[in-house]
């Protein structure tokens, strides 16, 4: 079972607003900063975001992010036919004194 | 642009003790931290070893007497064994680079998958 908690699955309509959202506990998010990972088909992960709301240089604009307290949230604006993809939260934790993450969620793009 | 490349055996028995080997090029290894994260087939990510820019190094508890992470410098690979493999530790196992301040998982491999069967 991850440490942290996301809904499996999320689905939305091209040029719709989707929010994926990660629970987790004062162990990790509470004090500790958020990534979010985009990982397409039979790909990688790829980093999306870093210190909770921060881009990687070449991630478009239409992904943001934010968290408080013990959850964190991802939004995509503009969802597009390639934005489906599996997307997983990490944290440090530090009774683990190592990363953690969420168990996923699939987005489908209707 | 730093790039990484995992290698490992593929196929592996059951007990057996897998090497996987991740090259780095295009960027020094001393400044980083490195990692090694698995994922079964269809499930999620799981963090298994962590190398520290130091040298010093830390296991997930749920694995730690069956893995160990080294480094050789030299020639810019990292590697991780694990010992005493069953069906339950076949999966895509991926090489990745830390950036600490603020701590990210920057840059993956393509992964290389580990399959454990007779």
């Known amino acids: 079972q991850s440490l942290l908690t996301q809904p499996p699955s999320a689905s939305g309509t091209p040029g719709q607003r989707v929010t994926l959202s990660c629970s987790g506990s004062?162990?990790?998010?509470?004090?500790?900063?958020v990534n979010w990972y985009q990982q397409l088909p039979r790909t990688a992960p790829k980093l999306l975001i870093y210190d909770d709301s921060e881009r990687p240089s070449g991630v478009p604009d239409r992904f943001s992010a934010s968290k408080s307290g013990t959850s964190a949230s991802l939004a995509i604006s503009g969802l597009r036919s390639d934005d489906e993809a599996d997307y997983y939260c990490a944290s440090w934790d530090i009774n683990l004194q190592g990363p953690v993450f969420g168990g996923g969620t699939r987005l489908t793009v209707l | 642009q730093v790039q990484l490349q995992e290698s490992g055996p593929g196929l592996v028995q059951p007990s057996e003790t897998p090497s996987l080997t991740c090259t780095v090029s295009g960027g020094s290894m001393t400044t980083y931290d490195w990692s090694w994260i698995r994922q079964p087939p269809g499930k999620g990510l799981e963090w298994l070893a962590y190398?520290?820019?130091?040298?010093?190094?830390h296991y997930n508890p749920s694995l730690r007497s069956r893995v160990s992470i080294s480094i050789d410098t030299p020639n810019n690979q990292f590697s991780l064994k694990l010992t005493s493999v069953t069906a339950a530790d076949t999966a895509m196992y991926y090489c990745v680079r830390v950036i600490r301040g603020p701590w990210r998982l920057d840059s993956w491999g393509p992964g290389t998958f580990v399959t454990v069967s007779s």
């Open positions: 190398l520290y820019s130091r040298g010093n190094t």
């Open positions: 004062s162990s990790n998010l509470g004090i500790y900063t």
